[in-house]
């Protein structure tokens, strides 16, 4: 028995079939409408195709924002949601029944369940995206919280008075660990000047450095892109200790594009958390882990998440 896991993004709506072994049958991609009539009519249309030919049991929709899971509305910066219906609207469409979850919560379960914290049953999984997406799995039980807009870890304060973030707030710790703050990082030490010279050269070619090309420049040895690699992993890993303190999880997952990196992020990151842990406690090698499951958590999540919460 399959159920549907659908993720819906700022330019991608991914969907897929969940086998209970957590197996992504039949993946689709169609793009995202800025309408929000259009999106969810594109939900719908995604749920009766795959479930034409398949057996399925229950339906899980994942998307960017706050959800509350209680009332199956959300609120979203990427796409215009305030408080939309989204549950409902696409329950009434459907046979099925429907699960709403914030997309990095699905993400974080998948990457529990079937991924790099498999293993384990304390587990948190932060992504370096465009933002910064929390999930906290605490004795095997995904925390929502009151309502379900817990583990927003990226809006977590970092510096008092910092850097305005998009959520309105200063300081959180996505504006220092982020994609987004990468690009903002290297493109300042390009500007100036004293190391990475094909940083410089890219900056003075293509203006605003782009975040894969970091990547790319960072793989290739550049000493400005490594140096911004560090400063956002070392963010991440100081904000972690502070973490560590509240939820001391036996992993952390790391996730998103920048994630991409590998050691050259958990490297930086795991000297930083050694050194703001207020624990004061070495980890053990596999404490920090990059996801495995890549574009495909969000679906998955989402669907498995559907199977236990509607059995």
């Not at 459907?94 to 699960?99: A, F, Y």
């Not at 974080?108 to 790099?116: H, M, P, S, V």
């Not at 817990?150 to 809006?155: D, F, K, N, P, Q």
């Not at 970091?214 to 040895?221: T, V």
């Amino acid at each position: 028995m399959f159920t549907i896991g659908i993720d819906i993004g700022g330019t991608k709506i991914a969907a897929g079939l969940v086998a209970e072994d957590g197996s992504l049958h039949r993946p689709t991609r169609v793009a995202t409408s800025p309408s929000s009539d259009a999106i969810v009519a594109a939900v719908v249309h995604l749920v009766h195709e795959l479930s034409a030919d398949a057996e399925v049991s229950a339906v899980g929709v994942a998307a960017a924002g706050f959800v509350d899971h209680e009332a199956g509305t959300i609120s979203s910066p990427n796409i215009a949601w305030r408080d939309e219906p989204l549950r409902e609207r696409v329950q009434s469409e459907i046979d099925l029944p429907m699960v709403l979850e914030n997309d990095a919560n699905a993400a974080g379960w998948a990457e529990y369940r079937f991924g790099a914290g498999r293993d384990v049953r304390n587990m948190v999984m932060l992504t370096m995206g465009t933002g910064i997406g929390g999930a906290v799995v605490s004795d095997g039980v995904l925390h929502r919280g009151a309502t379900g807009m817990g583990a927003e870890l990226g809006h977590v304060r970092f510096e008092r008075g910092g850097l305005l973030c998009g959520c309105g707030q200063r300081g959180c710790i996505e504006q220092y660990a982020s994609g987004r703050a990468l690009q903002r990082v290297a493109n300042d030490l390009a500007d100036a000047g004293g190391i990475g010279v094909m940083l410089a050269e890219r900056r003075a070619r293509d203006g605003e450095i782009a975040g894969h090309a970091i990547s790319e420049l960072a793989l290739a040895g550049d000493r400005g892109a490594l140096e911004a690699v560090r400063s956002v992993s070392a963010a991440l890993g100081e904000a972690c200790g502070s973490f560590h303190a509240i939820l001391e999880p036996q992993r952390y997952v790391i996730g998103g594009g920048v994630a991409a990196l590998g050691e050259l992020v958990l490297s930086p990151l795991r000297e930083a958390f050694l050194v703001h842990s207020p624990m004061h406690q070495k980890p053990v090698d596999d404490m920090f882990q990059i996801a495995q499951l890549v574009n495909d958590a969000g679906v998955i999540g989402a669907g498995d998440l559907a199977r236990a919460e509607t059995s």
